[in-house]
T-cell receptor, first 111, second 112 residues
Framework: KQEVTQIPAALSVPEGENLVLNCSFT??????LQWFRQDPGKGLTSLLL?????REQTSGRLNASLDKSSGRSTLYIAASQPGDSATYLC??????????FGQGTELSVKP | EPEVTQTPSHQVTQMGQEVILRCVPI?????FYWYRQILGQKVEFLVS????????KSEIFDDQFSVERPDGSNFTLKIRSTKLEDSAMYFC??????????FGEGSRLTVL
């Protein structure tokens, strides 16, 4: 059974710092992995999708990497801003569109 | 930019009542999903729907739940007789092919 874990559970950084969020999964036979952002009481905004054959994806200040064999993904945020404050969710797709989510990392960027 | 829309944004209901949550997926998408998030917990898969039938469902999705795509645009989740533990945020998602899932803003269900 696929399990997805995200560490740390919460992170507080000053504005401008580069930071890394971690995601690990137990079953490496994944189809793809998706990172989401969730603001309090809101929906899930897709940030990046990495297919199982890919090593990384970039969008603006975000870079996500995938190491399938070790069951790990990281989300790198460059030059963090207060507007980046949110919960970041990692979700693994083993088949079809059934995503298995981690519990998220709650990020706070202080001005 | 196309988006998934959900209504209502918040519904309060009495235990035992029927609830219907509505979703309008992105128009050319083929796969549709319902997920839920109980406060403070992980987002959980409920059901997937393709070609007018359920393709997969979780253990949570028991006989009290049903889904329907009645008119080619709306995608609904019905809970026949709500329980206190059904209180959660329910998210609809849609997908074109085997790629990115796009989620709606969610419908918060409160069962009293």
């Amino acid at each position: 059974k696929q399990e997805v874990t995200q560490i740390p559970a919460a992170l507080s950084v000053p504005e401008g710092e580069n930071l890394v969020l971690n995601c690990s999964f137990t079953d490496s036979a994944i189809y793809n992995l998706q990172w989401f952002r969730q603001d309090p009481g809101k929906g899930l905004t897709s940030l990046l999708l990495i297919q199982s054959s890919q090593r990384e994806q970039t969008s603006g200040r975000l870079n996500a990497s995938l190491d399938k064999s070790s069951g790990r993904s990281t989300l790198y945020i460059a030059a963090s801003q207060p507007g980046d404050s949110a919960t970041y969710l990692c979700a693994v797709n083993n088949q079809g569109g059934k995503l298995i989510f981690g519990q998220g990392t709650e990020l706070s960027v202080k001005p | 930019e196309p988006e998934v829309t959900q209504t209502p944004s918040h519904q309060v209901t009495q235990m035992g009542q029927e609830v219907i949550l509505r979703c309008v997926p992105i128009s050319n998408h083929l796969y549709f999903y319902w997920y839920r998030q109980i406060l403070g917990q992980k987002v959980e898969f409920l059901v997937s729907f393709y070609n007018n039938e359920i393709s997969e469902k979780s253990e949570i999705f028991d006989d009290q739940f049903s889904v329907e795509r009645p008119d080619g645009s709306n995608f609904t989740l019905k809970i026949r007789s709500t329980k206190l533990e059904d209180s959660a945020m329910y998210f609809c998602a849609s997908q074109w092919e085997a790629g990115e899932l796009f989620f709606g803003e969610g419908s918060r269900l409160t069962v009293l």
